[in-house]
């Protein structure tokens, strides 16, 4: 789900800047840029049928090194970002 809001994305920075004042290098290559990707994705409990209504669902904001795209992702309701931000239309979907 993109972040359209911008209420959330200034949500998610603000928490971010809190709980994570200072960024680590990227495993993979050193560098320090990150970058927020601004939309909220889902990791998703592994069944093997494909989209079991059962599978518990953690949602996730995903931080990518700007120079080589190594990935890590924040549990959004860890962070504490307000998830009621988003909007009904995009909830919709
Ligand atoms: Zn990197």
């Known amino acids: 789900m993109k972040v359209k809001s911008e209420e959330l994305r200034q949500e998610i920075f603000r928490k971010l800047a809190e709980k994570c004042p200072k960024p680590q290098s990227c495993a993979f290559c050193g560098h320090r840029e990150w970058l927020v990707v601004d939309i909220i994705t889902e990791i998703r409990e592994f069944y093997e049928k494909a989209l079991s209504p059962e599978a518990k669902r953690m ?32 909830v919709k979907k």
């Open 59 to 90: 949602p996730v904001i995903p931080i990518m090194c700007n120079y080589c795209g190594y990935m890590v992702f924040i549990n959004a309701i860890r962070l504490g970002v307000n998830l009621e931000l988003l909007s009904e239309e995009e």
